[in-house]
């Protein structure tokens, strides 16, 4: 009898250990979101010449696919090559685009009037609800 209670004890264990297992493996992953920069430049009628103008917008359009849902967005802006100048804007709960999973992300960013001319670069991230993050970026001149 004791020795029937053990092996259906083992068993049991050895079922709960298999099934947990397997639950894990089996449960999908959601991808972290995929970014694609379709415009960046000066205006719409230059929508990728990857150029700005000093005290005018640049224009910034992106295919956003974010399968964990977008919890936010952040355009980022330095200098390069010894220019030590930032731009920052953050799309978060508040905007938009929060808690949406395919969207096409479109904004003018204002490039103030005391940025130096030259060479940056640009970068679009986006994090997910799951906390995963995808960067996509390019080379831009302000003028």
């Not at 929508?47 to 917008?57: E, F, Q």
Request: hydrophobic residues 40%; contains cysteine.
């Amino acid at each position: 009898m004791i020795k029937q209670v053990k092996l259906s004890t083992l068993f049991l264990v050895s079922l709960c250990i298999s099934l947990s297992s397997c639950s894990e493996k089996d449960e999908p992953r959601i991808p972290a979101p995929v970014v694609n920069i379709t415009e960046l430049g000066s205006s719409h009628d230059n929508p990728s010449n990857h150029t700005a103008t000093i005290g005018a917008d640049l224009h910034i359009a992106a295919e956003i696919l974010a399968e964990g849902v977008i919890k936010e967005i952040r355009v980022e802006i330095h200098g390069e090559g010894g220019i030590n100048y930032e731009i920052e804007k953050v799309f978060a709960d508040d905007s938009k685009y929060a808690g949406i999973k395919n969207v096409g992300f479109h904004e003018h960013i204002d490039i103030p009037t005391d940025a130096p001319a030259g060479e940056y670069h640009f970068h679009l991230t986006v994090v997910d609800q799951l906390g995963q993050t995808t960067m996509a970026d390019a080379d831009l001149i302000l003028e």
